[in-house]
């Protein structure tokens, strides 16, 4: 632990709220810097970046700060949602979905996210999975079908028409054009 963030504790220094956390190893509480709990011993305090950072390693919130109820800053909720994408992209995901998961209103998640991301959650979305079917299309014999389940698409027309309005041409002719097989074809005549 940095000497700015034991002072923090110390202090009870509000500027450091939403900073980092920190939990007692002895209770498995975390609490923010400005909690007015007992100052604990140095020995026993672990700092955190996130409070689903603590959460994970098995502390609890404070019932005195209550510092999961803190607003997570900006960067925050767009890491959250940035990974909860990346794990569920093949899932049907919404944007209430993804904010009911990371506990904030759809309407700041949306406003949020493009302000840190430049995007929407939905563009991000569009963009992982485009990315991945491309790269698909390019290195497997996978059918069009078992690729668009497999990024998400359980429609493969709606599949197709999205991958042609990203891309600029349907799945078929872009395996055409830059499939693996495609190239090693044209290499050898």
């Not at 079917?133 to 359980?154: F, N």
């Amino acid at each position: 632990m940095q000497e700015y963030m034991w002072e923090a504790i110390v202090q009870c220094d509000r500027l450091y709220d939403g900073k980092f956390f920190y939990g007692l190893t002895t209770t498995k509480i975390f609490c923010r810097p400005s909690c007015k709990s007992r100052t604990p011993k140095r020995e026993n305090t672990k700092v955190f970046s996130s409070v689903s950072e603590a959460i994970t390693s098995g502390f609890r919130p404070c019932k005195r700060c209550k510092p999961e109820k803190l607003k997570a800053p900006d960067e925050e909720i767009a890491h959250n949602a940035k990974t909860f994408i990346h794990n569920h992209f093949d899932e049907s995901i919404t944007l209430s979905k993804i904010a009911e998961e990371i506990h904030i209103n759809p309407y700041h998640l949306h406003r949020t996210f493009k302000k840190i991301v430049g995007k929407t959650p939905s563009d991000y979305l569009f963009q992982i999975r485009i990315k991945l079917a491309k790269e698909m299309l390019k290195t497997t014999d996978k059918s069009i079908t078992e690729i668009a389940l497999k990024v998400g698409y359980h429609n493969i027309s709606h599949f197709s028409s999205v991958f042609l309005d990203k891309v600029g041409m349907n799945p078929s002719e872009f395996r055409k054009q830059y499939s693996t097989s495609a190239l090693v074809g044209d290499e050898d005549e």
